[in-house]
């Protein structure tokens, strides 16, 4: 499984999540030291994570209020958004449940419909590659 069917970035402090794993998923963090590497962990994605990006803590959207709904649309991609911009992303719109999670909590959705890319089992996000990105200041 890939993790952008459990988990996309949404804004600069907010993640959309599959609950099912939010609190049992593990991250090892690799640093680069002089010409050796040093590897840590595991630890919590989401304490990694945050630290990774530089904010105290993530703020998670998931992906349904009941297990049923949840694994429905973890299924067919609502954790698979693209960020076009900080609180700006593309979903399917047939997650419907998830699309008005995000929205409650500030994110600006963009639905598509998505049914021909859906069915090569991808989302919005997997459905993207960038040829080239401006540096972070």
């Known amino acids: 499984m890939h993790l952008d069917t459990i988990c996309t970035m949404v804004d600069v402090d907010a993640i959309v999540m599959f609950p099912a794993v939010a609190d049992t998923l593990e ?7 002089d010409e050796s590497v040093h590897v840590s962990g595991p630890e919590p994605f989401l304490v990694a994570a945050a630290k990774a990006m530089g904010v105290d803590e993530l703020r998670v959207v998931d992906t349904g209020l009941d297990p049923v709904t949840a694994e429905r649309e973890q299924w067919d991609d609502g954790n698979n958004t693209l960020a076009l911009a900080p609180g700006l992303v ?4 047939r997650n419907v449940v998830t699309n008005q999670a995000l929205e409650s909590a500030g994110i600006e959705v963009v639905r598509i419909a998505g049914s021909e890319l859906g069915s090569g089992r991808g989302g919005p996000r997997c459905m993207s590659c960038p040829v080239l990105r401006d540096p972070v200041a």
């Open 27 to 33: 991250a090892w963090t690799v640093t680069a030291l």
């Open 90 to 93: 593309v979903a399917y719109e």
